[in-house]
């Protein structure tokens, strides 16, 4: 399983997260190689020069006066200087910074290798150096003050301060980079769910500014093609209602039973057909509905959505062999009730059509959301086109020898479902058959 994150303000902002660590990294090394060794070398001379000039003091005052000396010494320049002891407890120089160890060889080199080094003597802190005059051991204590100078922790507050501005930087780059696409994917998530999206704001870089300016200029274009092409089936479907009513009346006058009959069921076919492509143009046009509490900017209205299916489903029970409807008695929700009406008109149709007539109904509530599924016993789709049938104009190969009709009713409930903000599925039946479910928002209110 790969660990990359996928969303581009996370990887842009890692990205440059390590190349700032890696530079802050590469820094500190080089600061380290540049400054480690003169500080090592400058400590180390300050210790020399204290301990000899210490060990010179001693052995060119008389024996009587090295008590006041080693007074003067600690009052003046800050140096204690005492006899060792086999019963002297020493705390360990410790391992960091890593001056100190350096700073330690090079004093040994000059000093003798058995020069001693404590950060601690019988309780006393300080840097205390052993040296010897004759056979007899001394310490003296140098103030750490003197050697640990502060620059390597300031340098690392301020490193530290640094990179954390570093940080928000790069974060608020990858922002200014992964928000405007961002947005673009959003938006054309909404053109896929068939909602013409609000104008993407057209500044920024040149290259971002180019991709929104293309982008609203084609999401122009869609919504004039889907205008125009509503406008082209609504006038194609009224100006044929015309004729067909002059074919009608012809056929009524017909003395031939048979042609009569014949040409009844053609115009009304014909007409069926006319219908889809009206009610398929017509479904982006606000509705009316007798229910006055209309949901804000929505569209939609407060409705019975149980009553509507009974309703719906009552001219249906003549022509299947069997129609259960099985309705959960829920709340009124906000829908768009002919909209509604017109994709579970088509569902129901088409379960008569392809699904040998025995069809059952649910309308149930599953969380958030509510389900109306229309559920029938027939042959089914295959997995594979199932997706394809949704889009308009499009049917399998065994729909079109033995059924007629425009190819829209599911492309009907496909709109219906993206304009109410749910989604349409089909899915195989348990026992045999096909379930056209419809998922809606519920937006349940009292």
């Known amino acids: 399983m790969s660990v990359v994150p996928k969303a581009l303000l996370v990887r842009a902002f ?134 640990e100078h502060p620059l390597s922790e300031v340098l690392l507050v301020w490193g530290s301060v640094v990179l954390l501005l570093a940080l928000l930087g790069a974060y608020f780059i990858a922002r200014q980079v992964a928000r405007p696409l961002d947005k673009l994917a959003q938006a054309a998530q909404q053109i896929g769910r068939g909602v013409m999206p609000q104008p993407l704001p057209e500044h920024g870089t040149r290259e971002i500014a180019a991709v929104a300016r293309a982008f609203n200029r084609m999401s122009a274009d869609l919504a004039a093609n889907e205008r125009e092409r509503a406008l082209v089936l609504a006038g194609i479907s009224h100006d044929l209602r015309t004729p067909l009513a002059r074919m009608r009346l012809a056929a009524e006058l017909s003395a031939d039973e048979i042609l009569r009959d014949g040409l009844t069921a053609d115009v009304e076919q014909m007409d069926a057909v006319i219908q889809q492509f009206l009610d398929y143009a017509r479904l982006d046009e606000n509705e009316r509905s007798e229910v006055s509490s209309l949901r804000p900017n929505e569209g939609a209205v407060l409705t019975d959505v149980q009553l509507l299916v009974q309703e719906t489903a009552q001219p249906f029970k003549a022509q299947a062999r069997s129609l259960v409807l099985d309705l959960q008695p829920l709340p009124h929700i906000f829908v768009k009730p002919l909209l509604l009406k017109r994709a579970l008109a088509n569902l129901l149709d088409n379960a008569i059509k392809y699904g040998g007539g025995e069809i059952t109904v649910q309308f149930r509530q599953d969380g958030d959301r509510v389900i109306l599924a229309v559920a029938d016993r027939g042959t089914g789709i295959p997995a594979e086109q199932r997706e394809a049938v949704k889009r308009p104009f499009v049917r399998l190969e065994n729909a079109r020898s033995n059924a007629t009709g425009s190819g829209l009713g599911l492309a009907i409930v496909e709109r219906a479902a993206r304009l109410h903000g749910g989604e349409f599925y089909l899915e195989d039946r348990a026992g045999g058959g096909l379930e056209a479910r419809l998922v809606l928002p519920a937006g349940l209110s009292e």
């Open 14 to 147: 890692l990205l440059i997260v390590v190349l700032i660590v890696l530079s802050f990294a590469a820094s500190v090394a080089i600061f380290r190689h540049a400054i480690q060794e003169p500080r090592a070398q400058q400590m180390a001379q300050l210790v020399v020069s204290a301990v000899n000039l210490t060990r010179a003091a001693v052995l060119s005052s008389a024996p009587e006066w090295r008590g006041a000396l080693m007074a003067e010494l600690r009052d003046v320049e800050g140096l204690r200087v005492q006899m060792a002891d086999v019963t002297d407890m020493l705390e360990p120089m410790p391992g960091q910074p890593p001056e100190l160890r350096l700073m330690m060889d090079k004093a040994r080199e000059r000093l003798g290798e058995d020069t001693r080094f404590a950060a601690g003597r019988n309780g006393e802190e300080a840097l205390w150096v052993s040296f010897y005059i004759g056979k007899e051991e001394f310490w003296v204590a140098l103030p750490r003050e003197r050697i």
